[in-house]
Nanobody
Framework: QVQLVESGGGLVQAGDSLRLSCAPS????????TAWFRQAPGKEREFVAA????????YYGVSVKGRFTISKDGAKDTVYLQMNSLKPEDTAVYYC???????????????????WGQGTQVTVSS
């Protein structure tokens, strides 16, 4: 059983940056793809970014492309989401997810991920 722990959320102003981290606790498998999704109050869960198990492929949602960067530290088995130029509409709970995914288009599909973290709140004030 893989447990994921997110960290790095907080309250920032528009234009600021934040970096989220997602690390597994307990038993780990480094061959998992990892993704970030977010959900704002009253809205559906939205795909943010994903990275393949070896870090060779990255995918981004339309609303964050060019502002967010996903990366992986293989030695720490930790995935990061660097968020720059934050906007109030980025306010949401951000969830980390992982699973054995190796083919498009599954990287952006929440139902393809079996392991999820508890989420971390990101609030961007205007």
């Amino acid at each position: 059983q893989v447990q994921l722990v997110e960290s790095g959320g907080g309250l920032v102003q528009a234009g600021d940056s934040l970096r989220l981290s997602c690390a597994p606790s307990g038993r780990t498998r480094t061959s998992y793809a990892t993704a970030w999704f977010r959900q704002a109050p009253g809205k559906e869960r939205e795909f943010v970014a994903a990275i393949s198990w070896d870090g060779s492929k990255t995918y981004y949602g339309v609303s964050v492309k060019g502002r967010f960067t996903i990366s992986k530290d293989g030695a720490k088995d930790t995935v990061y989401l660097q968020m720059n130029s934050l906007k109030p509409e980025d306010t949401a709970v951000y969830y980390c997810a992982a699973d054995s995914i190796y083919r498009d288009p599954y990287y952006s599909m929440s139902e393809a991920y079996g392991y999820w973290g508890q989420g971390t709140q990101v609030t961007v004030s205007s």
